[in-house]
């Protein structure tokens, strides 16, 4: 049998696209016998733009109609983002029986139920691993595991990890981090979606999506970001030996699902807690207890750039899409009924008897201390001490009454600070 010849219309030439045009351009000189990829156009919005990659005038376009009413295109590559115009270039390329592959998780978590259902009208493939590049692989097996997935964690998004990292590391505050992960090429177009957790909760929905067939939607996700840490919070947790990270959190119990998205404390040095910089990870339990985890960089040009390369090469053997696609309806707890336990940093008078009145107000409603650190003597007009509490497992609707009412009292200074702690998928 001859060689495969795969023709190729990419959507997009920023961080994604260039990336992806530099390592196809790389495995052009492997000279695989098995397939060949050719790059037929690129569709990009500005065509005069300086580009930092090299790539011929003439395969340049702003007419999509070129990728996707040509017939010899076997595969379109969606790398441009945001929501409309991605979905009509996609649904036209799967109507016009054109494999598909996007790292577009914002469209996904948003129009996924359309988007699959077409590719599989259409028999085409539709590749998604870049746009989670943390746990593609481990979705697939999550998909035709015969036992339910039972609880995952997951660290899905690279700048905030980032972020997070550099404040540890380097001392950093918060928003010259994100200049960086910005200058590299991380972020999103609107890095609110990294940071405000949008982007890991987009990743969550697609793996829910995938795993049970039930895309959530976002308005119905409790979304915590990163903005409120501080690299006061991320000191205090180290001390208490743990560290601050953003987490997709989903466990199922029968057909009641607790999914949410916020930072968490996690024990040092176990797990994902581990993964620093853009890495990003997941572990999860199944119902017979077994459990299982993986990491990958989730963010960056090479690393996502690979991961649309892996797609290609699925498509040249042959492979379909994997989902099991059968509809599920789940119930989604309410927020105010989980239980955890939380990080609680108050910025308070250092005068007699405040210690007091905060365990007061928060014994009042259920809640029990599991320890208390309070950080040096106030001093000055401000006389403000910083007193950090670490609760015992309680309900999220008593921490937010009792943070109310002690929020009102006249000693506070700033309102109170509420980190949620995660125990992990044991
Ligand atoms: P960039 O902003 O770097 O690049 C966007 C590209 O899309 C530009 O080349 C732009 O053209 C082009 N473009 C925009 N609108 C159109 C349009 N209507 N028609 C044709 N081309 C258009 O984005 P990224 O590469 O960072 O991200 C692309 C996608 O990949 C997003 O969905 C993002 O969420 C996802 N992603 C990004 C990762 C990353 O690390 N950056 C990682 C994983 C997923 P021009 O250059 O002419 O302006
Ligand atoms: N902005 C995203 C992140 C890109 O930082 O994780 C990868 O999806």
């Given at each position: 049998m001859g060689k495969k010849i795969l023709h190729i219309g990419l959507f997009g030439l920023g961080t994604v696209g260039g990336g992806v045009v530099k390592l196809l351009s790389r495995m052009k000189?492997?000279?695989?016998?098995d397939y060949e990829f050719i790059l037929d156009k690129v569709a990009v919005k500005h065509p005069k733009k300086r580009r930092s990659v090299a790539i011929?005038?003439?395969?340049?376009?702003?007419?999509?109609q070129e990728i996707l009413?040509?017939?010899?295109?076997d595969i379109v590559i969606e790398?441009?983002?945001?929501?409309n115009q991605s979905k009509k270039i996609i649904l036209q390329a799967l109507r016009n029986g054109k494999n598909v592959i996007t790292a577009n998780k914002a469209l996904l978590a948003k129009e996924g139920e359309l988007i699959f259902n077409e590719a599989i009208r259409n028999n085409c493939y539709l590749g998604?691993?870049?746009?989670?590049?943390?746990?593609y692989r481990l979705a697939e097996n999550l998909i035709f595991s015969p036992f339910k997935m039972k609880k995952l964690i997951g660290i899905f998004n690279g700048t905030s990890n980032y972020i997070l990292t550099q404040m540890e590391r380097?001392?950093?505050d918060f928003s010259s981090a994100l200049k960086k992960a910005q200058a590299i090429g991380y972020?999103?177009?609107?890095?609110s979606d990294d940071v405000d957790g949008y982007d890991t909760a987009n990743k969550l929905i697609v793996l829910i999506g995938l795993v049970f067939g039930y895309f959530i939607p976002a308005e119905s996700l409790f979304i915590e970001g990163?903005?409120?840490?501080s690299y006061k919070d991320i000191l205090f947790a180290k001390e208490l030996g743990y560290k601050i990270k953003l987490l997709a959190i989903a466990q199922r119990k029968g057909e009641e699902l607790e999914v949410r998205v916020h930072p968490a404390l996690l024990i040092r040095d176990k797990g994902i807690a581990r993964l620093n910089g853009i890495e990003n990870g997941v572990e999860v339990r199944d119902e017979i207890g077994v459990e299982v985890g993986m990491q990958a960089p989730g963010a960056g040009k090479y690393p996502t750039a690979m991961a649309v390369l892996e797609d290609l090469v699925y498509i040249a053997n042959g492979r379909k899409t994997s989902f099991p696609w059968q509809k599920k309806q789940l119930n989604l707890k309410d927020m105010n009924e989980i239980k955890t336990e939380y990080y609680l940093r108050f910025n308070v008078l250092?005068?007699?008897?405040v210690l007091a009145k905060i365990s007061g107000i928060l014994g009042n409603h259920d809640i029990s201390i599991n320890s208390v650190i309070q950080k040096g003597r106030g001093k000055g007009l401000n006389n403000a001490v910083s007193i950090i509490m670490l609760t015992h497992k309680a309900k999220e609707r008593d921490i937010q009454n009792s943070l109310r009412e002690i929020n009102?009292?006249?000693?506070?200074?700033e309102k109170p600070l509420l980190i949620r702690v995660e125990e992990g998928i044991c």
């Open positions: 000189n492997e000279n695989n016998k011929s005038p003439h395969l340049l376009t702003d007419n999509p009413e040509n017939p010899k295109i790398a441009i983002g945001g929501i998604i691993r870049a746009s989670n590049n943390a746990v380097k001392r950093e972020a999103e177009q609107n890095p990163i903005r409120k840490i250092d005068r007699v008897g009102n009292l006249p000693i506070v200074r």
